[in-house]
């Protein structure tokens, strides 16, 4: 039975390399990183945002850490405090600069993380997953329409390369 699951899987996934003990896990790995990847919303100053029901979840981009260099140092937006769209939240600092963090969407903080703000370099190791900076109640879902999808953020990062090269 495990080979017919197999054998289905690979021919829908046909890039995934299954084992009948790993597939499962490596699955599970893939779908949720996919769904994330393309649910992401992203700002021209690198914030991105999720949004899982009411709640956003904002953090600074693979690009921005990148830029950024080691990270040694993130203030974060207290909870209960209210934030508009484009306002200055908090900040990171790393050995090269610090970068003022900019609100993506409005809302009320809910939760900050704590691991971020005692272990700074989770963002650099996982800008999109474990470094996530602070989650809000979401105050109005329409301002998403003024943030970039995924295929808009690559264009834009492309085009900002290319000013940075002239």
């Known amino acids: 039975m495990a080979t017919y699951?197999?054998?289905?899987?690979?021919?829908?996934?046909?890039s995934v390399v299954?084992?009948?003990s790993l597939f499962i896990p490596m699955y599970r790995t893939i779908a949720m990183s996919?769904?994330?990847?393309?649910?992401?919303?992203?700002?021209?100053?690198?914030?991105?945002?999720?949004?899982?029901?009411?709640?956003?979840?904002?953090g600074i981009s693979d690009f921005a850490q990148a830029a950024l260099g080691d990270i040694v140092y993130a203030e974060l937006p207290e909870v209960g405090k209210e934030l508009h769209a484009g306002d200055s939240v908090g900040a990171v600092e790393s050995v090269k600069a610090a970068s003022d963090i900019y609100s993506p969407i409005s809302g009320t903080v809910t939760e900050k993380n704590i691991e971020v703000?005692?272990?700074?370099?989770?963002?650099?190791?996982s800008a999109i997953d474990k470094g996530w900076l602070y989650k809000l109640k979401v105050k109005d879902v329409n301002e998403l329409k003024e943030l970039m999808n995924e295929t808009a953020y690559e264009a834009y990062k492309k085009m900002e390369e290319q000013e940075v090269a002239h």
């Not at 699951?5 to 046909?14: D, E, G, I, K, V």
């Open 18 to 20: 299954t084992s009948k």
């Open 117 to 125: 703000e005692s272990n700074p370099s989770l963002i650099n190791k």
């Open 5 to 14: 699951y197999t054998r289905a899987m690979q021919r829908l996934f046909p």
């Open 34 to 58: 996919q769904r994330s990847f393309s649910d992401r919303y992203y700002t021209k100053k690198h914030e991105w945002v999720i949004i899982e029901g009411n709640t956003a979840i904002v």
